[in-house]
C-alpha cells in the first residue's frame, strides 16, 4: 500500500523533482514552490546514481527509469536529507510506453531498500491517482506551461549564441538572470500571460541579440530521440557539452513540441477510434490558444533576424505527410521522425538520435526511418546512439566522431552542404 501525500505534509515535506531539463525545470520548479511547496531540483550525478538504479530495477527496464529511481535513492541516502520527511514526484503519462509504470516501479525499488514509508506523488493530468495535499490548479497549470515557453526560448536562443560568443560565459550568465527574473514574476503573478510574456519574450530575443559573436562556420548538429535522453545530460552523458566541445553548434528540438503532440493525439484518437465530439472540440480550441502563444515566441525570434527560429508544430506535422502514418504515436511516435526532418530543413544535417536501448517506438520511429528520411532529404547524417547502463561512453562518443568527419568532410568540400 502506497504512503499518500497528505496536507499536514505540505507544511513540512521536502519534495524531490527528477531533473530531466536544467534549463525548463529550473523555471517551473519555482511554480510550485510559489504555490506552497518545499521543492528540490535534483543535480546528484556520478557512477552511484545508475548504481543505485541497477540494485532496485530490473536491467531490463529501459535506461530512464534506472536513472531516475537511482537518482532519487542516491539522493535519499547520501543527499542529507530526512527519509521521513521527504516525498517523491514522478510523472505519470498513462499511455501505452513503459515510462507509465515508471512509479510503480519506483515504489518497488522503495520498498526493497526499506523506505516505502516515502510517499510518491503521481504527477498526471488524468487523474489517474490523487493526493489529497498535493493539486494541480488551473493557475498552476498556466504558469508551468508559460515556465516551458520561456525555456525552450532560452534553450534555443543559447545554443545559438554560446559556440560562438567573444566573451565565455555571456550566454549562460543571461539564461541565469532571465531563471530569476521570471522565477520572481511567476511569485508575484505577473509575466505568464498576454502583453506580459510578449513583452519578456521580446526582451530575451533582445538581449541575446546584442551577446557579441565571432563569425565562423561550425558543424550543425540536431538532437533527437526518446524525451528524457534528448534534455538530461545525465541520460545522454552530457551529450550537448560534448558537441559544443567538438566545435558544434547544437539544436535541440523544443519541449513544448511534445506537448503538443500529446494534445494532437487525443483528436487523433477521436478520428481513428471514435469518442466525446465535446471532448475533441475542446482540445482542438485549448492548441489553437497555444499556437498563438508558440506564434508569439517565434515572432520576438525574427525581431533581430539573428537566430534560426523554428517552424510551427503544425508545419512540423506536415513533413511526416506520405512518410508515417499519424496514428504511430507510442512514445514520441511520428514526432520524432518529424523532428529529423524539421532539424534538416533548418540547416542542421547532422543528426544525433539519443535512445534508451531496446526502446521500440524509438527503433521504429527513428532508426527504423532513418532510411526514409535519408531519402527525403538526401544531404541528411544521421547517426542512432543507443544508451544503457553497459553501453561504454568511448564507444559512443566513436560512433559520433565518425558522423562527425563526414560532416566536416562535407562541410571542407565545396560541392557539399552541411
Not at 512540423?316 to 521522425?337: N, P
Request: net charge positive; glycine share 8%.
Amino acid at each position: 500500500m502506497s504512503t499518500p501525500f497528505t496536507k499536514e505534509m505540505k507544511k513540512d515535506y521536502t519534495i524531490l523533482i527528477p531533473n530531466m531539463s536544467p534549463i525548463h525545470f529550473n523555471i517551473a520548479k519555482e511554480v510550485f514552490s510559489n504555490h506552497g511547496y518545499n521543492v528540490v531540483l535534483l543535480d546528484n550525478q556520478g557512477p552511484n546514481v545508475i548504481r543505485e538504479g541497477l540494485r532496485y530495477v530490473h536491467n531490463d527496464i529501459c535506461y530512464p527509469a534506472q536513472l531516475v529511481i537511482g537518482q532519487f535513492i542516491d539522493a535519499i541516502k547520501h543527499g542529507g536529507y530526512d527519509s521521513d520527511k521527504v516525498a517523491l514526484v514522478i510523472t505519470q503519462t498513462g499511455g501505452g510506453c513503459r515510462a507509465s509504470n515508471y512509479i510503480f516501479l519506483l515504489r518497488k525499488a522503495l520498498e526493497k531498500c526499506n523506505l516505502s514509508q516515502i510517499p510518491v506523488i503521481s504527477l498526471n493530468l488524468k487523474g489517474m491517482e490523487k493526493n489529497p495535499g498535493f493539486k494541480i490548479t488551473p493557475f498552476m497549470l498556466l504558469q508551468t506551461y508559460s515556465a516551458f515557453i520561456y525555456g525552450d526560448l532560452l534553450m534555443a536562443l543559447s545554443n545559438q549564441i554560446r559556440p560562438y560568443e567573444v566573451h565565455k560565459g555571456e550566454a549562460d550568465a543571461l539564461v541565469a538572470k532571465w531563471t530569476a527574473y521570471l522565477s520572481d514574476c511567476f511569485a508575484h503573478n505577473r509575466g505568464y500571460i498576454g502583453w506580459a510574456m510578449k513583452r519578456n519574450l521580446n526582451r530575451i530575443c533582445a538581449e541575446f541579440a546584442e551577446i557579441e559573436r565571432r563569425e565562423e562556420v561550425r558543424i550543425k548538429v540536431g538532437i533527437v530521440g526518446e524525451i528524457y535522453m534528448k534534455y538530461s545530460p545525465l541520460g545522454n552523458n552530457h551529450l550537448q557539452e560534448y558537441l559544443e566541445e567538438q566545435g558544434c553548434e547544437v539544436m535541440v528540438p523544443s519541449m513544448m513540441g511534445f506537448l503538443y503532440y500529446g494534445i494532437d493525439n487525443a483528436i487523433t484518437d477521436r478520428k481513428y477510434y471514435g469518442g466525446r465530439f465535446i471532448s475533441a472540440n475542446a482540445t482542438q480550441y485549448i492548441l489553437r490558444l497555444m499556437y498563438k502563444v508558440e506564434k508569439m515566441s517565434r515572432q520576438a525570434m525574427m525581431k533581430s533576424g539573428k537566430f534560426t527560429v523554428p517552424i510551427p508544430y503544425t508545419e512540423m506535422k506536415k513533413l511526416d505527410e506520405g512518410l508515417i502514418d499519424y496514428g504511430v504515436k507510442m512514445g514520441e511516435g511520428w514526432l520524432l521522425t518529424a523532428e529529423m526532418l524539421d532539424l534538416v530543413h533548418s540547416g542542421y544535417h547532422n543528426i544525433v538520435c539519443a535512445q534508451p536501448f531496446g526502446c521500440l517506438p524509438n527503433h521504429i520511429c527513428a532508426k527504423g526511418m532513418i532510411r526514409a528520411v535519408t531519402e527525403r532529404s538526401k544531404d541528411a547524417n544521421i547517426v542512432p546512439i543507443d544508451y544503457d547502463p553497459s553501453a561504454t561512453g568511448v564507444n559512443q562518443e566513436n560512433r559520433i566522431k565518425l558522423m562527425l568527419a563526414i560532416a566536416r568532410e562535407k562541410l571542407e568540400n565545396p560541392k557539399g552542404n552541411i
